[in-house]
């Protein structure tokens, strides 16, 4: 799905008409360029990748990228695609606010803020065991983890304790609440993952599938229509007069017959003398 990458730049908070508090967070959205354009036929899927932000040093297939392009060094990112929405935006170039329409409901993606080595208490929410009774140093184990004899080992996925956090995390059905397109700001409602400054990625809500990204194209085309259709409606009434005078030359041409039909009379009068004679 086409979406929008961005930097989340803090909370704050929206008041409504009937007084209700709504924590937001402020993202500003990056103008992604497309650099690269993915197909069946090349890649075997379809879909399109875009650069944002700045960076000093990348790979030289990459520099290379970038420089075809016409855009500064930067961090790349995908957007898989099926072929109807590759077909639509394809004489799209960049991505931004300006050039999407966004839906009222949509998925962030984000790297979870890095809590370092965590227990399970604090990582799995476990209960702790006794304060009192006789217990000492256990207060905050996990337990037991284990069988004795059969199978002999830990089971992979256990819940123990490790690295808390740092992971890519999705929040699902966000609703938006407002968009300034001036400074490329949207306003969504709640948190979403990652510390102030990080990067998210914008997706349209996996779970409402009516709420798509669309080209805003729309409205460009009927600014560009206007004034198209304006000289050719001026340019009606000029071609009116013109048939005018062709049927005033009707007229002219019937009075050029009637002098023909009165000559036909002066001749039988020329042969009547001549009988005489």
Known sequence: MLGLVGTKKGMTRVFKDDGRSIPVTVVEVFNSKIVQRKTQESD?????????????????????????????????????????????????????LKSLQNPKVVDVLGVSKGKGFAGVVKRHNFKTQDATHGNSLSHRAPGSIGQCQFPGRVFKGKKMSGQMGNKNVTIQNLEIDSIDLEDNLILIQGSIPGSVGSIVKILPSIKNQDEKFTLASGD?????????????????????????????????????????????????????????K
């Open 220 to 276: 460009n085309k009927d600014l560009e229509e206007a004034p198209k259709e304006e000289p050719k409606e001026a340019a009606a009434p000029e071609e009116a007069p013109k048939e005018e005078p062709k049927e005033a030359a009707a007229p002219e041409e019937a009075p050029k017959e009637e002098p023909k039909e009165a000559a036909a009379p002066e001749e039988a009068p020329k042969e009547e003398p001549k009988d005489n």
């Open 44 to 96: 075997g899927y379809f879909a399109i990748q875009v650069s944002y932000g700045k960076r000093k040093k990348v790979s030289k297939s990459n520099e290379k990228k970038f420089k075809d392009n016409g855009t500064d060094n930067g961090y790349l990112t995908e957007f898989n695609l099926s072929e109807d929405e590759f077909n639509e935006i394809a004489s799209l170039n960049e991505i931004s």
